[in-house]
């Protein structure tokens, strides 16, 4: 069964400071990795996925097989960064059926 | 664009009665619709997939007659906890994926149920 672990539940940065939040997977196949994330008082919302191999909102994420790892980096926190961080996986051809993470929660300190 | 609706946001019972949550995508057809159930603090749980016109797929361990899912059309799926009890108690969100479309999710505001 596919399972995904963030290891770090809380974490406060000051604003400026490089922010990474942890993302390891368990899957015997390729999957595919998402991260998610939700403002205070707003539904989860995409923030990126591995396939697309983009940067938002200064967030990046690089799926690296070889360790299991999905991590997600910004290299300088900004306030409105504070937020409900999940990592998600979604097994291809698997019915779009999503297994999440157990979240971080990233405050930006100002 | 893509938005998910839910309702109601919240609701409060009486154990044993049934609650009915209502998802729907406002501007975008989903043949596949999904729900979750979110504990305090806790990360989401997939309960079961919805599929439109057939009948749901249940994750291990929820039971189907207990959560009942209903996808009768491309823009709705029901849920509904059959005689609830104060376990039942959570947050229950669900998404929508587009029909044909990436497999990206996109996620209803949650709904709220207490059950007394």
């Known amino acids: 069964a596919q399972r995904v672990t963030q290891p770090e539940k809380l974490l406060s940065v000051f604003k400026g400071a490089p922010v990474e939040l942890k993302c390891n997977y368990s899957?015997?196949?390729?999957?595919?990795l998402f991260w998610y994330v939700q403002y205070s008082r707003q539904r989860l919302q995409l923030l990126l996925r591995?396939?697309s191999r983009e940067s938002i909102k200064g967030f990046t994420a690089d799926l690296n097989k070889g360790e299991t790892s999905f991590h997600l980096k910004k290299p300088f926190a900004q306030e409105e960064d504070s937020a409900m961080y999940y990592c998600?996986?979604?097994?291809?051809?698997?019915?779009?059926?999503?297994?999440f993470g157990k979240g971080n929660q990233v405050v930006v300190i100002p | 664009g893509a938005v998910v609706s839910q309702h109601p946001s919240r609701v409060i019972c009486k154990s044993g009665t049934s609650v009915k949550i209502e998802c729907r995508s406002l501007?975008?057809?989903?043949?596949?619709m999904f729900w979750y159930r979110q504990f305090p603090k806790q990360s989401l749980m997939l309960m079961a997939t919805?599929?439109?016109?057939?009948?749901?797929?249940?994750e291990q361990g929820v039971e189907k007659d207990k959560f009942l899912i209903n996808h009768a059309s491309l823009t709705l799926s029901t849920l509904t906890v059959t005689s609830a009890h104060p376990e039942d108690s959570s947050f229950y969100i669900c998404?929508?994926?587009?029909?044909?479309?990436?497999?990206?999710?996109?996620f209803g505001p949650g709904t709220r149920l207490l059950v007394l």
């Open positions: 501007d975008f057809q989903a043949t596949t």
């Open positions: 919805s599929n439109e016109g057939s009948k749901a797929t249940y």
């Open positions: 998404s929508a994926k587009i029909a044909g479309g990436q497999e990206t999710q996109y």
């Open positions: 591995h396939i």
């Open positions: 998600a996986l979604s097994r291809p051809y698997g019915n779009n059926r999503l297994a």
């Open positions: 899957y015997s196949g390729s999957p595919e």
